[in-house]
């Protein structure tokens, strides 16, 4: 049995294939065009997942759309006249690409696919649900869906027993958590949808100046997390911005342009409203447990990607455990509709694999396409690249030396991963313990701003001697404390800065990865899930020490992660990377020739 889920239209298209029950491909459609949060069909993420597969279209036995365009578009239009006339200008806009696409969800996909056989529709948060349900590792466990908004919901929660789950309340718009710091991070000038986890990042940097306005004046959060939006300052009803003049006067200012200077306000809006989300997170969860009993909490929906929200919600809520789906966003809602028809639609009963604990279905996230060493080397030798081949084995010890000398690598192994984090497939590397590392890959690897945090890839084994962090974090969306031993302790005048003032500061003994606020974005490697990725850091250990690594995506500020070996290569060599890692194949900036002419690459050598 064949499943195909999508998602489309909005932003991060994706698909995902299902075969009997067990997910064996996703990828999202960014990937393949290089057009970050590509909202279009999925063509050619569909076309790797059945090509992974060995499959053709035409032996699909369903398609799944994530949500249903019919129920949003009543939302929309209910919303348009509810502020007629002020919304025309917005309406003008929304309704070519509905008629065009959106409210032919059926015939498009018939057409994309040459595909005759049912397409299926899902409710927005139930493919959210079913996308943190489904693949967690529990048989019985709450849910809880908090995101922007899908037809009427914005936030749901729910439980799940076996194959089966039932959402028991929601939110609706235009009442929204996802929405509200959406807000903020239009006013402090980031982008909306692809901005919010650079104000998580901003906002140890700030103070909390703002959280009572914020909840006096904007929002009316109850003790159960429901909340209601005070809509005279917000204009994403009616208009093409988030915010309007009575936000501006609230906050002291326009809104901040991109691009320029953050300022202290800028900050403290970020503290302020990360730390609002927090409890309304913590008051969510609290109340998801009172109502269904259950020990096991699983999440989903684009707010679940808050990391600093979740690891507060672990540690200060009343669930035992938490599982969150780490494609939390749009894009997951591809695996949600897919697993629902399996599990939901046609009653198949969930499996787990093996007789020890029970992992999660998602396979460590790594369901993208492999380039096989003999593509990589037709590649490599068609573009006369020099390189050096190392066995597999060889190829660890060496980059451990390249890594503890402070060169920064760019690993590119096996399947790439699905979702918004690079786990050791797709990922540039750093050694962790050097101070100068984060600004280095911050100015000169990534290209983006100095603030932002960089994520620690540590064994599992050695995950509490760094940090407070106790349970499995394979999808970098859990964040703990440094450990106090590990700490370093700050003069009289270092404690003195605040702001940006604090950046360069080194606060533990593994500074580029230790956030101002002596936080980390953990992942924990284990061997059966990446047995390469822990390798490498199981021997820089060993030379080192230090049983982690620096891990960000592979990719510079505005672009997806890198797919291929094209993709690959152009980013190494337009950074200032020394190394890059293609499975056997080890490059050294210093042997490379000058880019030029590459404008073909991507067509010449994608996976079609």
Partial sequence: MNILGISAFYHDSAACLVEDGRITAAAQEERFTRKKHDHNFPAHAIRSCLLQANLTADQLDYVGFYDKPLTKFERLLETYLAFAPAGFPSFLRAMPLWLKEKLWIPEVVK???KYSGPVLFAEHHESHAASAFYPSPFEDAAILTMDGVGEWATSTFGVGHGNDFELLGELRFPHSLGLLYSAFTYYTGFRVNSGEYKVMGLAPYGEPRYVDKILTELIDLKADGSLALNLKYFNFCQGLTMTNGQFDKLFGGPPRAPETPLTQRDMDLARSIQEVTEEAMLRMGRHVHRMTG????????????NCVGNGRLLREGPFENVWIQPAAGDAGGAVGVALSIW?????KPRSFDGDGPRTDGMQASLLGPVYNEKEIEEFLEAKRIPYQRL??????VEVAQLLSA???VGWFQGRMEFGPRALGARSILGDPRSPKMQSVMNLKIKFRESFRPFAPAVLREHASDYFDLSCDSPYMLLVAAVQSEKRLRLTSEEEKLFGMERLSIPRSNIPAVTHVDYSARVQTVRREEN???????KAFQGLTGCP????????VRGEPIVCTPADAYRCFMRTEMDYLVMETFLLNKREQSKLEGDSNWRTEFQLD
């Fill in 294 to 305: 259950q020990r096991n909490l699983c999440m989903a929906g684009g707010v679940a990607l």
């Fill in 391 to 396: 066995s597999r084995q060889d190829m660890v």
């Fill in 548 to 555: 982690l690594l620096i891990n960000t995506s592979f990719n």
């Fill in 406 to 408: 402070e060169n920064v």
């Fill in 343 to 347: 599990h939901r639609y046609l009653g």
């Fill in 111 to 113: 057409k994309e696919l």
């Fill in 531 to 537: 047995q390469g990725f822990y390798d490498l850091i």
